[in-house]
């Protein structure tokens, strides 16, 4: 084990349900109609991907690329008092980063990725902070942790991914990687999905001991 990746929602910041309520808001607010699979669908989409679906599967009465501004700018308001960081996650990161290159890999659009490195100042620790918009392509499919394992110009078999969702641990898990699942309370994932995940923890707290037992 070379390098240990992030996910961001539902791992270090505690937003997935922020995020929820803020799409059901918008596409309620604008003639849409949300559906029982909403929630879990738009779990570890880009935000071009998930615009879309408000549109086209919603019926949200905006051009997807209103739609990903109205919600985003309602997510950065709502980050502007300091995004909602999760206990002990902040800590966590320090401590693996002594350790090992991190990255955060992650499916909220830049400037939230930037808000919470900028609110815990882990800005300097984090050697890549990529987005799955910048990556081309959301979770399930590989390519943001991919594409952060070659920044960190390390070999996707030789790292670890965290995450907390089934999109993202399938992600994580068509990329080739070591995955470590905190899953998440909220929207639980698919213990199918998670079964598959070669460890489990009850918080991210646990992940330094995790690491060590990795080697």
């Not at 539902?10 to 059901?24: I, K």
């Not at 086209?56 to 308001?77: H, I, K, N, Q, S």
């Not at 960190?152 to 992600?171: F, H, I, M, P």
């Not at 990687?177 to 923890?201: C, D, G, I, K, W």
Request: proline share 7%.
């Amino acid at each position: 084990m070379e390098a240990v990746i992030f996910d961001l929602d539902g791992v270090l910041v505690d937003s997935e349900t922020v995020w929820d309520e803020t799409r059901r808001a918008v596409v309620a607010e604008h003639g849409g109609g949300w559906t029982e699979q909403a929630s879990r669908a738009l779990q570890g989409m880009s935000t071009p991907e998930w615009a879309r679906y408000l549109v086209a599967e919603l019926g949200t009465r905006l051009t997807a690329e209103r739609a990903a501004e109205v919600v985003v700018d309602r997510m950065a308001r709502r980050y502007a008092a300091g995004p909602p960081v999760l206990p002990g996650a902040e800590e966590v990161v320090r401590a693996v980063g002594e350790r090992y290159p991190v990255a955060i890999a992650s499916s909220s659009p830049p400037v939230l990725i930037e808000a919470f490195l900028a609110a815990t100042g882990l800005t300097g620790l984090v050697r890549v902070a990529l987005s799955s918009e910048q990556a081309g392509a959301g979770k399930p499919e590989p390519d943001v942790y991919l594409q952060a394992a070659d920044r960190l110009a390390v070999a996707a078999r030789d790292c670890v991914a965290v995450e907390d969702s089934t999109n993202g641990l399938r992600s994580a898990l068509a990329a080739g990687m070591t995955v470590v699942a905190v899953p998440n309370p909220h929207f639980p994932p698919e213990e199918a999905v998670l079964a598959r995940a070669h460890s489990r923890l009850r918080s991210i707290r646990e992940l330094p001991d995790v690491l060590g037992e990795l080697g």
